[in-house]
C-alpha cells in the first residue's frame, strides 16, 4: 500500500525558509512523478512544483526563483525547499504521488506570518 507523510511545516516570518519532505512507503517511488500542491482556506489546490521520474523538474510562476523541488530516490523522499517566504505563501501543502494512480498525503501547514 503507498503513504504519503508530509513533514516540516510551521510558522515562519516572512523573508524565512522551510524545508518540506514527503516520504513516500512502497516500492513504486523511482517510477512516480511526484509533485508539492498547496490550498489556502476557500481556495482550490494548486500546483506549486512538480518533478518526473527523471528530474525535470516545473513551477508555478508565483514560487520561481523562491522555491526549490528535489527529490532521493534512495529515500523515497521528495523535498521542497522555500526561500524567501510571502504571506501569500500560507497554505496547508499536499505532496502528490502519480503513477498509474494518484496518491496524496496528509497536508502539512505554513503560515508565513509577522
Known amino acids: 500500500q503507498v503513504q504519503l507523510v508530509e513533514s516540516g511545516g510551521g510558522l515562519v516570518q516572512p523573508g524565512g525558509s522551510l524545508r518540506l519532505s514527503c516520504v513516500v512507503s512502497?516500492?513504486?517511488?523511482?517510477?512516480?512523478?511526484m509533485g508539492w500542491y498547496r490550498q489556502a482556506p476557500g481556495q482550490q489546490r494548486d500546483l506549486v512544483a512538480s518533478?518526473?521520474?527523471?528530474?525535470?523538474?516545473n513551477y508555478a510562476e508565483a514560487v520561481k526563483g523562491r522555491f526549490t523541488i528535489s527529490r532521493d530516490n534512495a529515500k523515497n523522499t521528495v523535498y521542497l525547499q522555500m526561500n524567501n517566504l510571502k504571506p501569500e505563501d500560507t497554505a496547508v501543502y499536499y505532496c502528490?504521488?502519480?503513477?498509474?494512480?494518484?496518491?496524496w498525503g496528509q497536508g502539512t501547514q505554513v503560515t508565513v506570518s509577522s
Open positions: 502528490k504521488l502519480t503513477w498509474n494512480k494518484i496518491y
Open positions: 512502497g516500492s513504486i517511488f523511482s517510477l512516480s512523478a
Open positions: 518533478i518526473t521520474r527523471g528530474g525535470t523538474t
